[in-house]
């Protein structure tokens, strides 16, 4: 029979083994490690809008063009964004899909950096099911092991959903140049697509006159393009279903 302390041993080796088993992947802790850092998550996310050049980001989000020339660094290294040159502008980007699946439990801490992606969502949901339903009759290893398994699939699914989001916004973009709209509305709304539903920061994250974004706003909502939402400082605009954008 195993003594207590012999199994005690057993099970911490075991969940050291859980603890560090990725840890030779280095991939992960630079994502992490650029993330923690506020500014450059504020960069990515004005990155998520639309490709800028240093001294837009620099104004956009009041850091001085030194600084941001060294999150950009971080970043590009790091992968997460890409750049290109424009006559004498180099403009960085988001060029890619990336989940980054983070589990905390008294038993494990794991971190899955998510490329794959799952061609045939319907498919994979009928695996993921058939996978829970021959779990309950296995051993506790086997079902430890299909769990597991279960549990990458579905960080997969989750990105290839991401991807299908990303995949309907170009398709909304677009759509945009089909419509019979001035090209500030055309901005405007490209903007709205991108989730920006404020005048204010439409006019800051494009560079456009406050007073043009709040007109061209207001010609959207009487062609029945958009709708508002709230008054005053609170007052934002949102795409009307069923206003042709979307259909």
Not at 111 to 126: A, H, N, S, Y
Not at 217 to 227: A, C, D, H, Q, T
Request: net charge positive; proline share 2%.
């Amino acid at each position: 029979m195993i003594s207590e302390k012999y199994l005690y041993i057993a099970i911490l080796r075991i969940t050291n083994w859980m603890l560090v088993r990725k840890g030779d992947d280095k991939q992960w802790e630079n994502i992490i490690e650029a993330l923690a850092n506020e500014s450059r998550r504020r960069i990515l996310q004005l990155l998520t809008k639309k490709p800028c050049y240093v001294s837009e980001i620099s104004y956009a989000l009041k850091m001085a063009p030194k600084v941001v020339l060294e999150h950009l660094d971080r970043l590009e290294k790091t992968g997460l964004i890409k750049s290109f040159e424009d006559g004498r502008r180099r403009y960085y980007y988001i060029d890619r899909s990336l989940n980054i699946s983070i589990s905390i439990s008294p038993h494990r801490f794991d971190v899955d950096v998510i490329e794959e992606k799952i061609k045939d969502l319907e498919k994979e949901f009928t695996r993921i099911k058939s996978l829970l339903e021959r779990s309950a009759d296995k051993s506790l290893m086997d079902a430890f092991e299909r769990l597991r398994k279960m549990e990458k699939m579905f960080c997969m699914v989750q990105k290839s959903i991401a991807e299908g989001i990303d995949e309907l916004i170009d398709r909304f973009i677009l759509r945009l140049d089909r419509l019979d709209i001035s090209n500030i509305d055309r901005v405007v709304l490209y903007a709205m697509i991108k989730g920006v539903e404020r005048p204010d920061m439409i006019s800051q994250m494009f560079g456009l006159p406050y007073d043009e974004v709040l007109s061209s706003l207001m010609n959207l909502e009487k062609r029945g393009f958009v709708e508002r939402v709230g008054s005053g400082n609170g007052m934002v605009f949102r795409i009307r279903k069923g206003g042709g954008v979307y259909d």
